[in-house]
């Protein structure tokens, strides 16, 4: 047997340039651009008249388009009607055997082509969802993080009122005492005088708290205070004329949520406060236990 080696002329060029010119416009036309390669395929094919087998990149190439482009559907069809064609246009090439071997080899890269596009639309489709759900989160975390911002902002805003409210009722009282004593007792009116200087200077102390969490974030204020603490309202009660009477041996400190101790401390706090501003009471109650993680706090005047 021998070989034949055959030299495309110039008809041949422009036939494979026909094919794969209208490729240019495949992104914005890959339906128009697919029949019309297919077009200058099977119809250049069968002008040759089997002497040159004319290559079907330019199908190809629009079937992968049809395929990265356009749903799933439009997919399979374009490389079933491509297919097709390759399948029966005529090869240059008289032997049989030869001729099957290269319309595998055209279907086979159609389908490959078409395989490859529709992994494409995939993986564009996944990245384009990934990019949606990161957006996403990112939104969420911000609304998130604005809700804490305010959260915290009412919070600090609550604390500053309560230590406010609960300190200049004491200021307001031991300078009243201070006005009553000064001329028939000057030492404890001074007393008086030193008591509202230490309730002023630890209510700026707690204040500056407050505003170190607004300086360094959300961390808890460092002057924060608990039920550790009711000996403080205990004694601004009594300071204030009122006799104060503490029952919290029922109260397992260790085992309240630190949130919700603090929350009691704030409560009494505000309580004591109206009783010395409201209430014009001799004496006052305050009692304090616990069961387990649940708390009950009781503040009551005559």
């Keep these: 047997s021998s070989w034949v080696n055959y030299v495309p002329n110039i008809y041949a060029y422009l036939a494979v340039a026909l094919t794969t010119a209208p490729l240019i416009l495949r992104r914005e036309a890959p339906w128009f651009v697919l029949a019309l390669t297919l077009a200058c395929y099977v ?15 330019g199908p190809i190439v629009a079937v992968y388009t049809v395929a990265s482009e356009r749903a799933r559907g439009e997919a399979l069809a374009a490389a079933a009607v491509v297919g097709v064609c390759a399948a029966v246009v005529p090869m240059g090439t008289s032997s049989v055997a030869m001729a099957l071997v ?26 384009e969802e990934t990019r949606r759900r990161l957006a996403e989160a990112e939104r969420t975390r911000e609304e998130l993080a604005a809700r804490r911002v305010a959260d915290e902002r009412v919070r600090i805003a609550r604390e500053v009122h309560d230590i406010t409210a609960h300190s200049l009722s004491a200021v307001s009282v031991q300078t009243a005492a201070a006005e009553r004593l000064i001329d028939r007792d000057p030492a404890a009116a001074k007393e008086a005088i030193a008591t509202a200087r ?4 630890s209510a700026l102390d ?21 039920t550790d603490r009711f000996s403080d309202i205990a004694d601004y009660l009594q300071r204030a004329g ?8 029922a109260y397992d400190r260790a085992h309240v949520p630190a949130h919700v101790d603090l929350a009691l401390f704030a ?24 069961a387990g993680a649940v708390a009950d706090l009781f503040v009551s005047d005559d």
Excluded: Q, W
């Excluded at 230490?198 to 200077?201: L, V």
């Design 43 to 57: 119809f250049l094919s069968n002008s040759m008249g089997g002497t040159v087998s004319l290559s079907p990149i």
């Design 198 to 201: 230490n309730t002023a200077k």
């Design 206 to 226: 707690d204040i500056r708290g407050m505003i170190g969490v607004l300086r360094h974030g959300d961390a808890p204020a460092e002057t924060a205070a608990g």
């Design 102 to 127: 290269m319309r595998i080899e055209n279907v086979a890269f159609v389908v490959v082509a078409a395989l490859g596009g529709f992994g494409v639309r995939m993986y564009h489709a996944y990245m």
């Design 267 to 290: 409560i009494a706090r505000e309580a004591v406060t109206n009783i010395v501003k409201h209430a014009g009471a001799s004496r006052a109650t305050i009692r304090l236990s616990s």
């Design 242 to 249: 009122v006799a104060c009477f503490v029952e919290d041996a």
